[in-house]
């Protein structure tokens, strides 16, 4: 099984199992027809907004999501691969602009990291925080990137992530950082 349609059958399982005990729904998930892009039907290229609620208006009008979690949440699940496996990744929290949360992304960028400043594996918090990055140690798989977003909303009782359900860390690529965000696994 290719590593997409593996990180599909992920999602998909984790989805089938608990779309009713978390409000899931709207699965709008799917691999490209090339099978190189796990996305959502009819990706279209990110657009870029001036403010925030312009942005979550665009995605929840157009379907650019992947899952809703209730009604004010969306997910975005982007993995790409490429020659040498999956280097591209996005994976996007969005709640509704009423709410007191923040929009949070989960990039992997393998081909164009930079030492310290752009590792292959960081985050932003903030739609318009492109110039702060935070490393991020591990990329989660999309099983364990909506129980962090479920464990964020206080609607997930758990105390580590699966170690099998992310990519190899940062210290097997020997990038360099001053900071890192981990996750607990077993």
Known sequence: MSTIRALHHNLDIFY????EKWSMSNPLYAISPDKKTL??????????????????????????????LGENILLQIFYQELENGVSKGS?????????LMTYMRFDMDKNNWKHYYHNSFHIHFGYRSEELRFSLNRFPHPSEFIRFCLFLMGNDE??????NRF???????????SH??????T
């Open 180 to 185: 890192i965000f981990d996750f607990t696994l």
């Open 158 to 163: 758990f105390e580590n992530f699966n170690r």
């Open 39 to 68: 996305t959502w039907y009819n990706y279209q290229t990110k657009q870029s907004f001036y403010s925030y609620e312009e942005y979550y208006a665009w995605v929840a009008d157009n379907l650019q999501y992947s899952i809703a």
């Open 16 to 19: 089938k199992s608990n779309f």
């Open 91 to 99: 994976l996007s929290f969005l709640p509704h602009p009423d709410l």
């Open 167 to 177: 990519f190899n860390d940062l210290t097997t690529f020997g990038e360099r950082h």
